[in-house]
C-alpha cells in the first residue's frame, strides 16, 4: 500500500485523494535563437565534442541535469498547498526576505 505524506510539513495523507494536493514544477534552460554562420559550419566539429565531453566528465549527472532540465513532484496537503500557491518563488525572490 502506498502511503503518502505531505512534503511540507509530513500530515499523512488520505487514500482517497481528499486532502491530497500534487505540484509539478519543470525547470529548464530557456533556449534563445539558433543562428549559424559559415564560421559555425567551419569549426572542428570533433574536437568541439571532446572538448564538450571531457567538460562534462568534471560534473556530477545532477549538476548536468539542473543545468538542462529538472522535473519535481511535491505532495502537500492543503494547508501547504495554499502556502504554496500564495507564495510559489518563496525561496528566490529577495522582496521575500524576511526583514523582522
Ligand atoms: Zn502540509
Redesign the pocket.
Known amino acids: 500500500m502506498i502511503r503518502y505524506r505531505?512534503d511540507?510539513?509530513g500530515?499523512d495523507l488520505e487514500r482517497d485523494g481528499s486532502n491530497h494536493f500534487i505540484v509539478k514544477i519543470e525547470a529548464f534552460a530557456a533556449a534563445g535563437k539558433l543562428e549559424f554562420t559559415r564560421e559555425d559550419l567551419n569549426r572542428d566539429h570533433k574536437a568541439e565534442m571532446r572538448r564538450v565531453l571531457a567538460d562534462l566528465e568534471n560534473h556530477s549527472p545532477d549538476e548536468i541535469e539542473n543545468q538542462v532540465y529538472r522535473a519535481l513532484r511535491y505532495d502537500?496537503?492543503p494547508?501547504?498547498h495554499r502556502r504554496f500557491l500564495e507564495t510559489p518563488l518563496a525561496g528566490i525572490r529577495s522582496d521575500n526576505k524576511d526583514v523582522s
Open positions: 505531505c511540507g510539513c500530515l502537500l496537503c494547508a501547504c
